[in-house]
């Protein structure tokens, strides 16, 4: 019954009903499958574990969710932005003498049976609530082909399925025409987020008094968010802030609108966070299975490589150049641009956060403001996922930063520094002028220093905060030290010639864009001879100098390894470390 | 009612099944009766099953007459699935099975689905009402009744009390019936509604038994159940299960009045029906008058003000922060209060739950029957506690007077638990382990670590007859160069101490830290506000930048770290409050560099009086020592390379740290042996004796009573540390090097290198006062030669330089000078004007 592998892409629900139909016939008790597979997701697995096979499966965007079928398998690329805690169903009934389950649908077509608990036997799953990356830039987003098969070429076929998914679930017509009307295709929330500071400043300040739906800065009922339903997988493997890519059924079922008023415990408060998600607006996704993504995932057209050392170092150089190029042939500047961006936290050890590495940048004036935007183009490009925050007075006084959880809605709403892990966020503190921070401008501020000093955000629960860790890679621009922003090092810059950039080759683009990917997850090492010498430096660094602290001795171990690694390797050298020295020196004359 | 005593009594009592034979007893129409007798109703021949049942609205407020119909057959108790109504506590519809009380000759009869028999489970709950007592070892069994005569069943204490009250509930603590009847505990966890039903049979039982006139309805709360639950792992399988768990209020709705029984009038003739109850979650509405001569149709109207309500209230319950698992949002789940429950919580308040978890079909809409097959899930509330915040117990044993008056409610530790502590605490090196674990990512300064580690255990306080105290908090001041980690440390003690309160000294006012005076703006009321130190009453107020406090703000504190109190005397309120806290301040040098040739008091800048308050005082100075930084680059480097997993690992968590400091507080009360008190006694003496130089007549005292005081306060909080009862020699010894190393940090003499107590107690160190009258003595033979009496006057400059001619060796100040012949002037041997000094 469970035949092709095109059934399972047409008619997934057939499948997850036949492999039903065999467990029970083999025996299993229904009432004792609960928080367990029956054998659908292994077919799954092993369909999709094909990457072939993955393609076709169509990708849930603003712009196919038009003429995806309910009812078929989609994928879903999207942050977990919030957690809309458990729902109980009814796992199994029976169906006059028949065995029905439930599992992966939202509601059924045969009449339960009221009242019997030992016939129907209650399963439950998780509700999590998926938005697309923030900041994603248009270049990662997914190419047409990648998207998965239009309709088109097999609607003949289709046809015939759906005539045959219509004898088993009769809701399916007048479901798809809803669907069509519900979501028109309109602008992709992220065309406004991230092209210029001045509309993302719009974007990032929800009117916080408005409707339900302005949850997310930006977006807009129609945009490609969606509730993803998770079975049987344990808590820790999806986290808050986690990028994955879902499998599952798309349903929507717009009968099934919350009714309030019949019951009793939603009276005093919209309690069902999924009122605030009308099905027609969101879509819902039964998931079969679920995979975390990396930046990796995001290249384009990955090129499977072994970071070898001399290619590596031939984009490197490449990629320096371009970088010093964009901050007016400044090669210091450059180098510890590249650092940057290539630090993620590796480790926390209490509250540190060990191996980041924020730079502030300096002395830009009216004349180097121009690097400032150059520098946003080049990050972005680089990057995929990208923010940029022009600190002003009026900003911080009136952004959200912090999500905070609103429990009239009973859900999370999402601040500005609610980022995916690998995220890029510059801080513009040169339009910054002096001015009065209100409660709320004060509150902020002290946010961003968090994140900037710990790697962790704030969340907003009210009666609490919940610390939640992140790991972003912060870039502050500003005219003299950042007092605000205490960066883990200052750099001014030395702007030499005006900048004229000539236009970036697209593979060269994508050599970065890989190169930075990649290079950052290597693992790295230490050899006692080297950590010897390191430790040595170290020591007459401090009797140098006793006003070092901790955290520049800290900061000075994380740039041996990052300029280790931006050499494709995994061990420090005592030549890699000399050149992190001589990089120090240079920056540290600056200073003075 | 029968007031029979024995089972077989009861059943009598339960045995009729027709309503209206029920009691021609005066109660008839009290409260107390119609529940028993909704009870019967429910009662049903049919053994349907009802995965829904809700606990039957209930009770108290309704009166019996239409108690009388039964619902045909149909329990009323059983709902529409879509109803969460039911009243709080109690009534479950659903012991059905019940047909067993209305046959004589019934044999065991069964809770539907279950192997109760409800017999058992009634003769089992009636044994524990009327026989358990708290520390009887006996139970159940013909003895008790003698005991019966000598001491009262704590149960049977409680309902005449209630009868007393005339209050409304009984709270029954699960842990005493699982003390008592370890089956009757688990059939009550797993059929909570129908133990539950039973229960409130047999306790109406006996009230009445008691008290016939007793008019009220008397509930059962169960709270304090053996296991609580996590919101987070709530799942299908505790549907219908008791289940308690500790949460946040975080919404609450208003209270809404819910009908439970409606009357009727013909608007017509004006006839009025009888009370129709709610069944299934609605209420029957007439269609047709019932009076025969009018029997108009669709004339009924409901009359609002005769119908009962009962009060339910829908809370929002959220999981604590420490629940919450990394990369999770908290949880919540929502509450169902009824009547008295109602409004015993507001949003914020932490809260231990005990209740049904129940779960509710969603139907499609208002009118249809077609159900989602979807769920809604809440708890129909049975208990609620309100619960401290902090993270150890508050109830701790640093008082005196602990044995009396225990709380009963404290939270116990487990057995495995206590049992793991104290195998941790057997081990030889737990003093260095605790030391090592606590702060781990702060590097060095161990000595530090320790003397805060006595802090965290505290030394036992001491209440004399006379009235006299004396503290068992130990204060610490920690002074020391910007960036060596001392906010850092203050945070981390923060985080671990019970009741612990983090101020900054800028940000703090003398009133914001003990306590003020202030109108209630809605009363006109005044009303004493609690300030930090209050707040942490028997925690560790930790006082960042202490030095940066204003001076009126600090000279609160000389009456809170000595006597603990804060007493306030204004605008009409006289009030001493306690303020057993331990104080832990961290202040920067006043030239935010630490000065060595300064002393410690120039340093500080603290007035000595609250200096000599501090049992420690640690001075944290960046020192240049290749040796440390060498440790410290080390340090840094394995940060980088993942070898502090290795570090860490024999390391104790915070969590454990947690429970064996309160552990340790709570049940360790360390006394002095006699050998640790000889020590304590010599080492004293010993101390004091370092002060007197032989040939010297200068008096330099190096110890004062106060140390002796923090000496044995140290001692105790090192017994402590070990899970020791007794003080022993080495804790003392221990205890005096910690004072040394913390007071040859803070009180040495800069001068001579001796240890000078002066230099705390009064800020001028022995040596110091004698070279001041060295040099006054100086000046005034000086003077003498030099200056004639009216004679012509001198500058200051001038017998500067005079005097250094003298003495070549000798540096004196300007300064120095000017205050010595001010004294003089005092003395009226010389009288100054200006810089120009005359001899009179």
């Known amino acids: 019954m469970v035949g092709p592998q095109y059934d399972l892409l047409a008619n997934p629900l057939g499948a997850v009903r036949s492999t039903f139909d065999a467990a029970i016939a083999t025996g299993s008790d229904p009432t004792s499958l609960n928080n367990r597979d029956w054998g659908v997701i292994d077919l799954f697995r092993n369909l999709l574990s094909d990457q072939s096979h993955l393609s076709q499966v169509p990708l849930l965007t603003p712009a196919t969710v038009r003429y995806v079928k309910p009812y078929t398998l989609v994928r879903f690329r999207g942050m977990i932005q919030d957690m809309l805690g458990n729902e109980f169903y009814v796992g199994a009934f029976k ?99 991230c092209t210029s500071p001045a509309s993302q400043s719009h974007g990032a300040v929800p009117e916080i008094a408005g409707s339900s739906m302005s949850l997310l800065p930006g977006l807009n009922g129609n945009s490609s968010s969606c509730i993803v339903k998770v079975y049987d997988t344990p808590e820790s493997e999806l986290k808050l802030n986690d990028i994955f890519e879902f499998v599952g059924i798309l349903t929507s079922d717009p009968e099934l609108q919350e009714d309030n008023e019949d019951s009793d415990l939603s009276n005093g408060f919209g309690e069902d966070p999924l009122h605030h998600f009308p099905a027609d607006k969101v879509p819902r996704l039964h998931c079969f299975i679920h995979r975390k993504l990396s930046v990796q995932d995001f290249l384009q057209n990955k090129p499977i490589i072994e970071p070898k050392p001399d290619l590596v170092k031939g984009i490197r150089e490449s990629l320096l150049r371009h970088l010093s190029a964009v901050l007016g042939n400044d090669e210091v500047a450059a180098h510890f641009m590249l650092l940057h961006l290539l630090s993620k936290v590796e480790a926390r050890v209490d509250a540190l956060a060990v191996g980041k590495f924020s730079v502030n940048f300096t002395c830009f004036s009216k004349e180097t403001a121009s690097i400032g935007k150059q520098l946003n183009h080049a990050v972005k490009n680089l990057v995929p996922f990208t923010h940029c925050m022009p600190l002003t007075v009026q900003y911080l006084n009136t952004a959200s930063l912090a ?85 883990d090092v200052i750099v001014p810059i030395r702007p030499s010639a005006t900048i004229c950039l000539e236009a970036v080759a697209a593979e060269a683009l994508e050599a970065w864009r890989w190169y930075l990917a990649t290079v950052r997850q290597l693992p790295h090492s230490f050899e006692s001879e080297t950590q010897q010498v390191v430790e040595s430096d170290l020591v007459a660094a401090i009797q140098a100098d006793r006003s070092l602290n901790t955290q520049d001795l800290s900061r000075l171990v994380t740039m041996g390894r990052l300029m280790c690694l931006s050499f494709g390797e995994t061990t420090l050298s005592l030549e890699h470390w000399q050149m992190t020295k001589e990089l120090e020196r240079l920056r540290r004359e600056r200073l003075n | ?147 019966d005569l000598d001491i009262e069943g704590k149960y049977e204490k409680l309902i005449k009390q209630v009868i007393e009250l005339e209050g409304e509930s009984i709270d029954v603590d699960a842990r005493d019936v699982f003390d008592h009847d370890h089956e009757l505990y688990s059939k009550m966890v797993r059929y909570p509604l129908e133990v539950l039903a039973i229960f409130d049979m047999v306790l109406m039982n006996m009230v009445t038994r008691m008290n016939p006139m007793f008019e009220k309805h008397v509930q059962t709360r169960i709270f304090n159940l053996k296991s609580s639950t996590s919101m987070r792992n709530l799942n299908p399988s505790d549907i219908e299960r008791m289940v308690s768990m500790k949460g946040m209020i975080i919404r609450c709705s208003s209270i809404i009045p819910e009908i439970r029984e409606a009357i009727f009038r013909c608007l017509v003739c004006g006839f009025c029906s009888d009370p129709v109850p709610v069944e299934r979650g609605r209420i029957a509405e007439p269609t047709v008058c019932l009076r025969e001569e009018c029997q108009s149709r669709n004339s009924m109207t409901l009359v609002h003000n005769r119908c009962k309500f009962s009060d339910k209230q829908i809370v929002r319950l959220q999981e604590t922060p420490d629940e ?68 150890m117990l508050v109830e701790d044993a640093m008082e005196v007077d602990n044995g009396q008056g225990r709380n009963p409610e404290e939270v116990l530790f487990d057995e495995e638990k206590v049992a793991k502590l104290k195998e941790l605490s057997k081990q030889p090196d737990i003093y260095e382990r605790l030391t090592k674990s606590l702060a781990p990512n702060i590097w060095e300064l161990d000595d530090v670590k320790k003397g805060l580690l006595c802090q965290l255990f505290g030394g036992n306080a001491l209440k004399l007859a006379s009235g006299a105290s004396f503290r068992g908090d130990i204060n610490i001041l920690l002074v020391g160069d910007p960036g060596t980690s001392k906010s850092q440390l203050l945070q981390y003690i923060h985080k ?15 009133v914001g830290l003990t306590a003020y005076v202030a109108k209630d703006p809605e009363t006109g009321e005044t009303v004493l506000e609690s300030g930090a130190l209050v707040l942490s009453d028997r925690g560790i107020c930790c006082i960042d930048e202490f030095d940066k406090m204003s001076d009126n703000a600090r000279s609160m504190l000389h009456e809170v770290m000595e006597q603990q109190t804060v007493s306030i005397a204004k605008a009409g309120i006289i009030a001493s409050l306690n303020a057993r806290t331990s104080v832990l301040a961290c202040a920067n040098p006043s030239g935010s560099r630490y000065n060595p040739r300064l002393s410690v008091i120039d340093n500080i800048h603290l007035p000595p009086t609250l200096l000599s308050r501090f049992d420690l ?112 020699k080495h804790d003392v010894v221990e205890a005096f090097r910690l004072l040394e190393v913390a007071m040859q940090q803070s009180a040495m003499d800069t001068r001579t ?27 005034r033979n000086m003077i003498m030669e030099k200056m004639q009496i009216g004679g012509r006057s001198m500058r200051l400059l001038e017998i500067l330089e005079e005097l250094k001619n003298q003495s070549p060796g000798s540096e004196i100040h300007l300064n120095d000078l000017r205050s010595a012949v001010a004294t003089l002037a005092s003395e009226g041997f010389v009288s100054m004007a200006g810089d120009s000094v005359k001899r009179t």
């Open chain 1, 95 to 193: 169906d006059g003498s028949v065995w029905r389950t439930n599992k992966f649908t939202d509601f059924c077509q045969h009449s339960i049976p009221v009242g019997c608990s030992a016939d129907t036997p209650i399963w439950e799953r998780r509700l999590l609530y998926c938005v697309p990356v923030p900041g994603l830039n248009s270049w990662a987003e997914p190419s047409a082909e990648a998207v998965g098969n239009p309709s088109m070429d097999w609607t003949s076929e289709q046809r015939e399925k759906r005539r045959r998914g219509d004898e088993e679930s009769p809701s399916n017509m007048p479901v798809e025409g809803d669907e069509v009307e519900g979501s028109p295709n309109t602008k992709r929330m992220r065309e406004g987020e």
């Open chain 1, 403 to 487: 999500p905070k959880k609103n429990y009239d809605t009973n859900r999370l709403e999402t601040g500005v520094l609610q980022l995916a892990e690998g995220s890029h966020l510059i801080v513009d503190e040169t339009q910054l002028k002096a001015g009065t921070l209100n409660s709320v401008g004060v509150e902020n501020a002290r946010l961003l220093k968090n994140v900037m000093e710990l790697q962790k955000v704030e969340y907003d629960f009210k009666y609490y905060k919940m610390e939640m860790a992140t790991d972003v890679q912060l870039l502050v621009l500003s005219e003299g030290k950042s007092n605000i922003l205490p960066a």
């Open chain 2, 1 to 147: 009612m029968a007031s029979d005593s024995t089972p077989s009594g009861f059943q009598q009592v339960v045995r009729p099944s027709s309503p209206d034979n029920s009691n021609s007893s005066p109660i008839a129409n009290t409260y107390s009766s119609p529940g028993r007798r909704r009870r019967r109703q429910s009662i049903t021949p049919s053994g349907t099953p009802q995965p829904n049942r809700s606990r039957f609205a209930s009770s108290d407020a309704t009166p019996t007459p239409s108690r009388h119909r039964r619902g045909g057959g149909i329990p009323s108790g059983r709902r529409g699935p879509a109803t969460p109504t039911s009243t709080s506590e109690d009534f479950p519809m659903s012991s059905e099975g019940g047909d067993g009380y209305d046959m004589d000759d019934a044999g065991p009869t069964y809770v539907w689905g279950t192997n109760i028999s409800v017999e058992d489970v009634n003769d089992a709950i009636q044994r524990f009402l009327k026989h358990f007592r708290e520390k009887s070892a006996s139970q159940g069994g013909d003895d008790d009744l003698d005991m």
């Open chain 2, 324 to 391: 919450i698992p990394e990369g999770g949002t908290p949880h919540t789940v929502s509450l169902l209060l009824h009547d008295k429950l109602v409004d015993t919580g507001k949003p914020g308040d932490r809260v231990e739950v005990t209740g049904i978890y129940r779960a509710m079909s969603v139907r499609v809409g208002p009118t249809q029957r077609t159900v989602k097959s979807l769920f809604k899930t809440y708890i129909d509330c049975l208990h609620i506690k309100k619960t401290s915040k902090s993270r």
């Open chain 2, 496 to 510: 671990l101490s019970p009741r612990g309160i983090y101020t900054s000294g800028r940000g703090s006012s003398a």
């Open chain 2, 617 to 728: 005082i640690y001075l944290m100075l960046d020192k240049a020592d290749e040796q440390t930084d060498r440790r410290l680059a080390k340090h840094i480097v394995s940060l980088h390379y993942k070898d502090y997993e290795n570090i860490e690992q024999d390391v104790l968590d915070i969590s454990t740290l947690t429970d064996y400091v309160s552990y340790a507080r709570k049940h360790i009360h360390p006394q002095l042996s006699d050998e640790a008190a000889d020590e304590l006694i010599t080492g004293y003496v010993k101390i004091r004796g370092r002060g007197k130089f032989s040939g010297s007549s200068k008096k330099v005292i190096t110890a004062t009573p106060r140390q002796i005081e923090s000496l044995l306060r140290l001692s105790e909080a090192l017994a402590r540390i070990r899970f020791s009862e007794s003080v022993e």
């Open chain 2, 753 to 779: 290198g001796t240890i000078d107590m002066d230099l705390i107690t009064t800020g001028v160190s022995a040596s110091e006062r004698m070279r001041r009258e060295s040099l006054i003595q100086d000046t």
